[in-house]
């Protein structure tokens, strides 16, 4: 279970998928004010949802949105054509729930994970944490990942830059390499086994009941 610390600081705070319109809405406004005019279209994020409705997990206080993180299984052609800096974020394309739910997803984009301004600490015992350490879990647990699996992602700031870092993702493709003009990072693990000891090695706890051997806390 999630530390009783996360419970006792943040007692009112959950987190949980996008499930309406309305959360679309939010996220939407949300990332208007951490990027601009270079944030997605409100269609184009409605779109994605209605594609795999779990790819976004919000951070809530109440009704108020804290902060999200969003992680979207995608093929392997559009995601080799991504990491290899041919395509756009714009023109990438989530898989929908029943493609994933067939088959599973090898490759999952991670596309976005904010937090509001006021609220970025470094990561240990703060929301971040508690949100990172729910969505990804239920991510691990879901039974929709294909292993190998690789998380895939850019950077948007130095800050961002320096987050992926800490949990171990490596640079992958230079910025000038990639049609956004932004570096290219990327993460795999070869078993769920491994995930997990990834997960514990960067301070993200283990909330469900697992049969994994050999995972344990360090660096």
């Not at 997990?196 to 283990?206: N, V, Y």
Request: hydrophobic share 40%; proline share 6%; net charge negative.
């Amino acid at each position: 279970m999630l530390p009783q610390r996360y419970f006792d600081r943040f007692y009112d705070w959950i987190v949980r998928p996008a499930n309406t319109v309305r959360d679309i809405e939010k996220v939407y406004n949300f990332a208007t004010d951490a990027f601009g005019n270079t944030a997605f279209p409100l269609e184009q994020l409605k779109d994605w949802h209605e594609r795999y409705p779990e790819g976004r997990r919000l951070l809530c206080d109440g009704d108020l949105l804290l902060g999200y993180i969003s992680l979207w299984p995608i093929n392997p052609q559009q995601a080799d054509s991504f990491c290899q800096g041919t395509l756009s974020e714009r023109d990438l394309l989530p898989m929908t729930t029943n493609q994933v739910a067939q088959h599973g997803a090898q490759h999952w984009f991670l596309s976005s994970m904010i937090i509001e301004p006021a609220l970025r600490k470094p990561i240990k015992d703060n929301p971040i944490g508690m949100m990172l350490a729910m969505a990804l879990n239920s991510w691990a647990e879901s039974g929709l990942l294909q292993y190998p699996v690789t998380v895939f992602t850019a950077a948007y700031s130095p800050e961002g830059e320096a987050l992926l870092r800490r949990f171990g993702f490596a640079l992958t493709r230079s910025a000038d390499q990639m049609v956004d003009g932004e570096p290219l990072y990327c993460r795999s693990a070869a078993s769920k086994n491994e995930l997990f000891a990834i997960f514990a090695q960067r301070g993200i706890p283990l909330l469900f009941d697992n049969n994994l051997e050999g995972v344990s806390g360090g660096g």
